[in-house]
């Protein structure tokens, strides 16, 4: 269990106000992810963390920014929701497995609502 | 803009049969492919990882990749019921980002 927790795990919110996400771990895992997931798209990835103020933009990064300011910790922050940004967010990370490769374990994720 | 490809479906396939599922990518440098499922209302969670030509299997499931046609795909044999959900492909790139593919559902009928 890689000890993922999200929250809020639902959010209903109105347009214009700021929204945090948090996204929390237990075993000191470097590579921190946050995605969206919206029928017909998949999973798109928004921003991703490679370490404590390491983070870079993923494919739909506008509108969002994230802070790690310790490794257990991501946060994804919406300064300003729109409806556009309804959505489930869902946080991964990322372990290294005995055959060599890094796979992504998901958080149970947040359903968030921009009325 | 880096893109990973799956047939939406729904495929729909009796009990027993083989369910196949397909995937193409367009970043030729990707070295890491990945099979994930995702239960309504659930995680995706890793059923299959592949990371050279050929076929891996694990029980009832076979990655298959071939690199030089961009071209990864899934194959579950005797497929149950249980195994009704969505499939994700997944491609890990460069800084290790993840792309995925918009799933593609699948309905085993009993």
């Known amino acids: 269990d890689a000890g993922i927790t999200q929250s809020p795990r639902h959010k209903v919110t109105e347009t214009g106000t700021p929204v945090t996400l948090r996204c929390h771990q237990t075993?000191?895992?470097?590579?921190m992810y946050w995605y969206r997931q919206d029928p017909g798209h998949g999973l798109r990835l928004i921003h991703y963390s490679y370490g404590v103020k390491d983070t870079d933009k993923g494919e739909v990064s506008d509108g969002y920014s994230v802070s790690r300011s310790k490794t257990e910790d991501f946060l994804l922050t919406l300064e300003s929701a729109t409806s556009s940004q309804t959505s489930v967010y869902f946080c991964?990370?990322?372990?290294?497995?005995?055959?060599?490769?890094?796979?992504?374990?998901f958080g149970a994720g947040s359903r968030l609502t921009v009325l | 803009q880096k893109e990973v490809e799956q047939n939406s479906g729904p495929l729909s396939v009796p009990e027993g049969a083989i369910a196949s599922l397909n995937c193409t990518y367009s970043d030729r440098v990707s070295q890491s492919f990945f099979w994930y499922r995702q239960y309504s209302g659930k995680s995706p969670e890793l059923i299959m990882s592949i990371y050279s030509n050929g076929d891996k299997e694990d029980g009832r499931f076979t990655a298959q990749l071939n690199k030089a046609s961009q071209y990864v795909s899934l194959l579950i044999r005797d497929s149950q019921p249980s195994d009704s959900a969505t499939y994700l492909c997944?491609?890990?790139?460069?800084?290790?980002?993840?792309?995925f593919g918009a799933g593609t559902r699948l309905f085993v009928k009993a």
């Open positions: 991964a990370i990322s372990e290294s497995k005995a055959s060599g490769a890094n796979v992504l374990t």
């Open positions: 997944a491609v890990m790139g460069e800084g290790f980002k993840t792309i």
């Open positions: 075993e000191n895992h470097r590579y």
